[in-house]
């Protein structure tokens, strides 16, 4: 080949390659837009409109971010702001003012959005996207963060989504999904945050989460879950474990020894806290409270080196603290209220140390006695003789209840069949001369007492 054949060559390459780049550019950029229509020109798109350079180079805004590898679009971040939720009532349709308009079609924009193949990382938050999100969606099948948080999106998750074995963090927080947490999400074996809070899933915490042994987050708050939670101990690297406000009524399981932050409050969990809690090190922040915990305390949850928030309020913790308790040095907040706990209060989380709240108002401790109970209402132990003893009464009350019912059965036959044998006349004499009875006893007419019952009933 001489240079000049050479020189044709790479030329020709060169702009073989200039043009396709320069066509994909187009092609992105004409996506983009046309998602621009589909979600209703949100002003985060708005530098779009008259936009003709490289859309790789678009500036990111905390609001509209595009990333590219290679000229290629690998994440699409948009963050609107459609962020209220006035009416908690949505049923799937369009809400003015808060959803996409009714001739959004969920379809058409997910269909957009695939064309974008090479995706990584798909952000698009309260932009007011309702309707139910379609199986397709895992025909991007590179993502590894998918977060569709707070918007309208309803019904079951897709379990094509299951096919996104790159994933690493699934976020849908704030949306109606509803039906129940799947069982397939132990596909996504790369997973390290699944965060499904504030949506409508019920039904139990499925039992195959706890095999995404990468998982660092958990997040199922503000749903409907109910019965049990599972043993959580094979899940590693948790960190966080966010189930508040929920349904959930077993007892406290097993814990993963490298979580920080555990959030359980306004559930109906009963039992013991198990004495492992008090060896969970890396613990900062543990909230139990607004459950049905019983038992006493265990005194090494409060010594953990690292924790610093401790809420078992408003349970049916009983017994007493050990007044020589250890307090770990960076616990600052600690709220004991509303339990039956008897006894003094140990003396590091006496009020005197101004660096520590403490709570606990509501028990039946012998300090500050103004907001205690009287140490019965704290005396787990006769509570229960109580209940005993309220059985044992019960079970008389049945039997003399039973008795009186057999005897006055037997004592309305009797008088029946002497009726029977006297004839009527005496039981209308008996009406009249109660009516009589009656009237000198109120002094008013029957006929008056008769229209009073009508107006008050
Ligand atoms: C990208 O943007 C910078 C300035 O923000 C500009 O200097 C550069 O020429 C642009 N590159 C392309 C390929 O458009
Ligand atoms: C929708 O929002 C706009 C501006 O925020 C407001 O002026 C308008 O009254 C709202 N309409 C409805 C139906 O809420
Ligand atoms: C899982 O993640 C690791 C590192 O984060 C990566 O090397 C690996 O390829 C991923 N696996 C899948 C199936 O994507
Ligand atoms: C989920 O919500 C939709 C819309 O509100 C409803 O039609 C559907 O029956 C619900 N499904 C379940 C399993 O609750
Ligand atoms: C507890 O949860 C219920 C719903 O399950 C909610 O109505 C209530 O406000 C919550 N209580 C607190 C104190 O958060
Ligand atoms: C709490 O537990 C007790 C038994 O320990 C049970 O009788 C009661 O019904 C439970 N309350 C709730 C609200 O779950
Ligand atoms: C917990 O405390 C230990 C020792 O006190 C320290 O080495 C570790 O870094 C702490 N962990 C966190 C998450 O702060």
Same mark, same amino acid.
């Given at each position: 080949m001489g240079w000049s054949s050479w020189l044709l060559f790479l030329y020709l390459s060169w702009s073989f390659f200039f043009s396709r780049t320069h066509e994909s550019q187009i092609y992105q950029l004409q996506l983009l837009l046309q998602l621009r229509k589909h979600l209703e020109y949100p002003s985060q798109l708005g530098i779009l409109e008259s936009y003709n350079g490289d859309l790789c180079n678009l500036s990111s805004s905390p609001n509209l971010g595009v990333v590219c590898l290679e000229d290629t679009v690998t994440e699409l971040k948009i963050m609107g702001d459609? $962020?209220?939720?006035?009416?908690?009532?949505?049923?799937g349709f369009a809400i003015p003012n808060q959803t996409l308009s009714e001739s959004f079609s969920i379809d058409s924009f997910v269909t957009t959005l695939t064309? $974008?193949?090479?995706?990584k990382v798909l952000r698009l938050v309260s932009l007011g996207i309702w309707g139910p999100l379609p199986d397709k969606i895992h025909r991007l099948y590179s993502l590894e963060v998918l977060d569709l948080s707070s918007n309208f999106l309803f019904g079951s998750i897709p379990p094509q989504l299951s096919r996104l074995v790159k994933l690493n963090s699934l976020t849908l927080d704030g949306n109606y999904f509803n039906g129940s947490v799947p069982e397939w999400l132990d596909s996504l074996s790369n997973l390290t945050i699944l965060s499904l809070k504030s949506n409508r899933f019920n039904g139990q915490f499925p039992s195959s989460i706890c095999r995404i042994i990468t998982l660092t987050d958990i997040a199922l708050s503000h749903n409907h879950l109910t019965g049990k939670l599972p043993d $959580?101990?094979? $899940?590693?690297?948790?960190?966080m474990l966010d189930l508040r406000e929920n349904k959930l009524d077993s007892d406290l399981p097993g814990m993963p020894k490298e979580l920080i932050t555990v959030l359980l409050s306004n559930n109906s969990f009963s039992g013991n806290i198990p004495g492992q809690y008090g060896q969970l090190n890396q613990l900062q922040h543990l909230d139990l409270s607004l459950n049905n915990l019983s038992g006493t305390l265990p005194s090494s949850i409060f010594s953990l080196p690292n924790i610093s928030y401790l809420n078992l309020a408003e349970n049916m913790l009983s017994g007493s603290l050990p007044n020589h308790l250890l307090c770990g040095s960076k616990l600052g907040f600690v709220d004991l209220s509303s339990n039956k706990l008897i006894g003094v209060l140990p003396s590091c989380l006496g009020?005197?140390?101004?660096?520590r709240v403490v709570k606990f108002g509501g028990n039946c401790l012998s300090v500050d006695t103004q907001n205690q109970h009287q140490e019965s209402y704290c005396n787990v132990a006769n509570e229960e003789g109580k209940q005993s003893r309220c059985r044992a009464v019960g079970i008389l009350v049945a039997a003399i209840a039973g008795a009186v019912l057999v005897i006055s059965l037997l004592a309305m036959v009797a008088v029946f069949l002497r009726r029977r044998y006297r004839s009527g006349r005496t039981f209308e004499q008996n009406i009249i001369s109660k009516v009589e009875q009656d009237n000198i006893l109120t002094g008013v007419s029957s006929e008056v007492l008769a229209n009073a019952s009508k107006i008050h009933f």
């Open positions: 459609k $962020l209220v939720k006035v009416s908690n009532d949505f049923n064309r $974008l193949t090479s995706l $959580l101990s094979t $899940l590693s690297s948790l960190h009020t005197m140390l101004d660096k």
